[in-house]
């Protein structure tokens, strides 16, 4: 998407489509303002909600009664002249409202993420916060709407671009001394700079090693669903999703591919995959169900390992090897034997006990919950400094890096501080302040309409 002409104004409906009570159409640009006279309402006061009856400038047709706000630049989302038409919210109105609208001349419909990218070229937001506004928009459980709130607050640009003044600092030091070497500039400048160069290092890479825990939020933690056949996995994949997500079956080896469900446990996102039963395979196609199923299992964040408790010869070797710290240990069908013999055996297949659940009658689901809801909290920590939360931010983190550690003040001044200048330019970009119009297309083709 290229920068529109800035002269022209743009509008689209910023709710979702279908049938709503209400329904907000947004219009930014120098004509603003005059698509409201043209639809027939006075122009309102400043930030004040005003009632207004739409009509059709070619018709004269009553089109809706509602409410309009305007919002002069550079007081506004955009940083443009801004109107909000808060109409009736079915099909018919949006349809006639955007249609009149579109006959204005001046007047175009909006690209994806056009509003926003103004409000990044007008200065009101930096890219760490377009990108938070994407990630809320997005938002389906409640960790993921405290991290974006929390890189939307600018958290994360106020730490990207502390770092760059101290590289710009330092650069403009050893720039000085290297340009006017014989100006009686203070003899400590270049430990100064190596100093700087030092304490940024470890910041970044200490920043780096938070083990991908934003970015996963903003995907889901991976869990894996493992185990025998018939031992209940699908079943409890679908107890979990309360829906009937997976096919059940007594027949060993119903599951042949990974069957994936998103939810929301305790406001964390997780990825729960229903697995093929492990066991040596009866045919090809049930072969690469278990070679997915292991591969599925290497990759996930967590796993669960569920086992039939009325048979205790299935926990071999085979399934121990899988059995980690990352791995809760599920002992399913309780109802059918007796504690004492579930204990006999579940305690020592894992480094904890077993958890036993009972899919059929709900036994220990609600315990099970409990437990997966703490270790995705313990892995989604978001305490102390923002976490890193897209690829390109972890890039440019990277390369920031790598300019810091190549940094040598025995080597020629002028390549030390071209290596300070890298650094500098690989923050920049993530908040926008450098050369990054070839990114902008990117960021922001993957928001709604009207956003």
């Known amino acids: 998407m290229a920068p529109p002409p800035p002269a022209d104004t743009i509008f689209a409906c910023a709710t979702a489509p279908g049938r709503a009570g209400i329904a907000v159409i947004r219009i930014s640009g120098p004509r603003a303002f005059a698509a409201v006279e043209a639809l027939g309402a006075p122009k309102p006061p400043a930030r004040r909600l005003t009632r207004a009856r739409f009509r059709d400038p070619e018709s004269g047709e009553l089109v809706d009664d509602g409410l309009v706000a305007i919002f002069p630049a550079p007081h506004s989302y955009t940083g443009e002249d801004m109107t909000e038409l808060q109409v009736h919210g079915s099909r018919a109105v949006i349809d ?8 204005q001349p001046g007047l175009r419909m909006a690209e994806p993420g056009e509003f926003t990218r103004r409000a990044f070229e007008n200065g009101k937001l930096d890219l760490t916060e377009a990108e938070a506004v994407a990630d809320l928009v997005a938002a389906e459980t409640a960790a993921q709407r405290r991290q974006a709130l929390k890189q939307l607050s600018g958290e994360l640009r106020d730490l990207y671009e502390g770092w760059r003044e101290r590289l710009l600092r330092g650069l403009a030091h050893l720039e000085a001394a290297i340009d006017f070497p014989d100006e009686g500039l203070p003899s400590n400048i270049a430990r100064e700079v190596v100093r700087t160069a030092g304490e940024l290092a470890g910041e970044v890479s200490r920043h780096l090693a938070d083990n991908r825990r934003g970015e996963r939020l903003r995907d889901g933690l991976s869990v894996a669903i493992l185990g025998p056949p018939n031992a209940g996995k699908s079943s409890l994949l679908n107890a979990l999703a309360r829906r009937e997500a997976a096919i059940t ?4 080896g119903t599951t042949r591919d990974v069957i994936e469900v998103h939810l929301d446990l305790g406001g964390y996102p997780a990825i729960l995959a229903d697995t093929a039963g492990l066991r040596d395979p009866g045919d090809a196609i049930e072969a690469e169900g278990v070679r997915r199923a292991r591969a599925r299992a290497a990759e996930a964040d967590l796993k669960l390992m569920v086992l039939d408790a009325t048979r205790p010869d299935e926990a071999g070797p085979v399934l121990r090897a899988l059995v980690d710290r990352d791995t809760l240990v599920v002992a399913n069908k309780i109802d059918l034997v007796t504690s004492e013999r579930a204990a006999a055996w579940t305690d020592a297949v894992g480094p904890a006990p077993a958890l036993r659940i009972s899919v059929k009658t709900g036994a220990g689901l609600d315990a099970l919950l409990a437990r997966l809801t703490d270790e995705l909290a313990r892995r989604f920590d978001a305490t102390g400094a923002p976490l890193i939360t897209r690829a390109r931010h972890r890039a440019a983190l990277e390369e920031c890096l790598a300019a810091l550690l190549r940094y040598d003040p025995a080597a020629l001044p002028e ?18 302040r450098v050369d990054v119009e070839d990114l902008l297309d990117i960021i922001f083709r993957d928001f709604c309409i009207g956003k």
């Open 249 to 252: 079956s007594a027949t060993a």
């Open 96 to 103: 006639a409202l955007l249609a009149i609208l579109g006959r």
């Open 415 to 432: 390549l030390g501080a071209e290596d300070l200048r890298l650094a500098a330019r690989a923050l920049g970009r993530i908040t926008g």
